[in-house]
């Protein structure tokens, strides 16, 4: 009994290893484990802990006897929504929730460019491939277009040779005629208008000066006035 019962006990292994294998590669087919799968990635990121972790698996998820996952899928991706509400609410965080709010807009962002498209032949290209390549670089070409035309200008202005200052031979002529001579008017203009400058402000001075004379002259004027007036209503009342 014992000699046939070991080849049919390996037979029956081997038939439930089989079986295994299909039950997995039919899980691995369906849509429902696509989905299981990428909202355990979000739980995995929000919740901060590793998909092998059992904290975290009972934390999120509870098996029963067959081994399956028995949480729904609805209350879990909702969990996951609520938890990233509250990490967008937080101040820490605006930067994310702006960039949440305005997903539509950032989203071609975050797609990563085709390297088959980039190293395409251009001779392979087709008319109307060229055409939008060229709408799309328009703004690109006017800008090149009116930088070549500075530089031709700068150049033609006889900027061509700028940034090499220090590698010139300068006599002491050309040195005087560039930078001594114009420095020195430069220099006489500021004294000139230096003087002026002093000029003008000993006038103010002399001004307000005789402005504050004029004043109190004629306050002795009102003062002897009122005086006067004093006296004569006093000899008015005498008589």
Aim: one cysteine or more.
């Amino acid at each position: 009994m014992s000699e046939h019962s070991q080849p049919e006990q390996q037979q029956q292994q081997q038939l439930d290893q089989q079986q295994q294998q299909q039950i997995e590669h039919h899980e691995l087919d369906d849509p429902t484990l696509a989905l299981d799968l990428r909202i355990r990635l979000l739980e995995c990121v929000f919740a901060g802990s590793l998909p092998t972790s059992e904290a975290f698996a009972k934390r999120f998820s509870t098996v029963d006897r067959s081994g399956t996952t028995s949480k729904s899928l609805a209350l879990r991706l909702e969990r996951v929504l609520a938890q990233l509400a509250t990490i967008l609410d937080t101040k820490p965080n605006d930067a994310i929730r702006r960039f949440v709010q305005s997903y539509d807009l950032n989203e071609p962002l975050l797609h990563l460019p085709d390297p088959t498209a980039a190293t395409k032949d251009a001779g392979s290209l087709g008319l109307g491939e060229k055409a939008s390549l060229v709408v799309e670089a328009e703004p690109e070409i006017v800008q090149l277009e009116r930088a070549l035309r500075e530089i031709e200008l700068l150049d033609s202005r006889g900027f061509g040779g700028a940034g090499k200052l220090a590698d010139a031979n300068w006599s002491q002529e050309e040195l005087a005629a560039t930078v001594a001579d114009p420095l020195q008017q430069c220099i006489s203009t500021i004294d000139e208008l230096e003087r002026r400058a002093t000029s003008m402000l000993s006038q103010y001075d002399s001004h307000v000066n005789a402005l504050s004379e004029i004043f109190v002259s004629w306050d002795s004027i009102l003062t002897e006035l009122e005086t006067d007036i004093h006296a004569l209503h006093a000899a008015k009342r005498t008589h």
